[in-house]
């Protein structure tokens, strides 16, 4: 009887946390620790060196770049991956195994003067540990805090996300966070734009080179959100500011993890999971 008692009383916790992540916005992870990361513009980071095993599409990865499109590249021999650039080509043509919550024409130069680029590489478990059901060896986050577009936009609007990759050594898991109106302090949420003017957009929206959102395995095998590469990517922080809703299945508002351990897909290791590919949900 008291094992019947403790299992109900275990169901029910289990309902009211999915239930309190589901009804609430996901707070961007506390970054005031981590490092400024200075990107020149059309350019990438030295490499970031993993020390532990970190398993990614299959392989454990020794390494890692950011880009000005802010995309995280595994295992890059040298430079930056060459086909994800300004240029926002689908990432399934992604010649680096790779991820990207907002891989967009940003401006990584500070053009609107008050941006914040952010990087911090860790040992030890990670914040968001609880959420994917690990305890993390190694992980490591980008923080983007009201960033423009390339060459700024008309309307000033700015965006802000966070990255985080972790690994306890046999899984690995990123995750997208997206603050909403009151997290980001902007009315529009924390994702605003989506092109730059340079990119033909009008005031960071509707423009011919939008953001794309997803990751890919380097050897033609990827995905992307279905919000990916069009306006809805505005909606992902749970605020559509007249942006076509958002599709993709969230941890909790704003919050959207996956597990990249091995080929890209859940399950199967090839498409959806329960109709949410390769995510949590």
Request: with cysteine; proline share 5%.
């Amino acid at each position: 009887r008291n094992s019947h008692t403790m299992d109900k009383l275990v169901l029910l916790y289990a309902i009211f946390v999915m239930f309190f992540l589901q009804s609430q916005c996901y707070p961007l992870t506390d970054s005031s620790g981590d490092n400024n990361l200075s990107i020149t513009q059309d350019s990438c980071t030295p490499p970031f060196p993993i020390s532990s095993s970190f398993p990614i599409f299959g392989v454990s990865r020794t390494s890692y770049i950011i880009s000005s499109s802010f995309v995280t590249s595994f295992d890059v021999e040298s430079g930056c991956d060459p086909t994800l650039n300004f240029d926002l080509a689908p990432i399934s043509t992604a010649q680096n195994a790779m991820v990207g919550a907002f891989y967009a024409d940003w401006d990584s130069t500070n053009l609107n003067g008050i941006s914040t680029y952010k990087h911090g590489h860790y040992t030890g478990p990670s914040p968001m540990d609880g959420v994917v059901g690990i305890t993390s060896a190694e992980w490591f986050r980008v923080t983007v805090i009201q960033a423009t577009s390339f060459q700024g936009n008309s309307a000033g609007r700015k965006n802000t996300f966070q990255q985080i990759t972790m690994s306890d050594g046999e899984s690995t898991f990123v995750c997208f966070i997206y603050p909403n109106a009151a997290e980001s302090g902007d009315p529009e949420g924390g994702i605003s734009w989506t092109a730059s003017d340079y990119g033909e957009g009008s005031g960071g929206i509707n423009g011919n080179l939008i953001a794309r959102a997803g990751y890919a395995d380097g050897f033609g095998i990827s995905y992307e959100m279905p919000e990916s590469g069009t306006e809805a990517m505005r909606s992902l922080d749970g605020v559509s500011a007249g942006a076509p809703p958002a599709t993709s299945e969230s941890v909790a508002e704003g919050l959207y993890c996956f597990e990249i351990t091995n080929s890209i897909g859940g399950c199967d290791e090839s498409t959806e999971c329960d109709g949410v590919s390769c995510g949590i949900g």
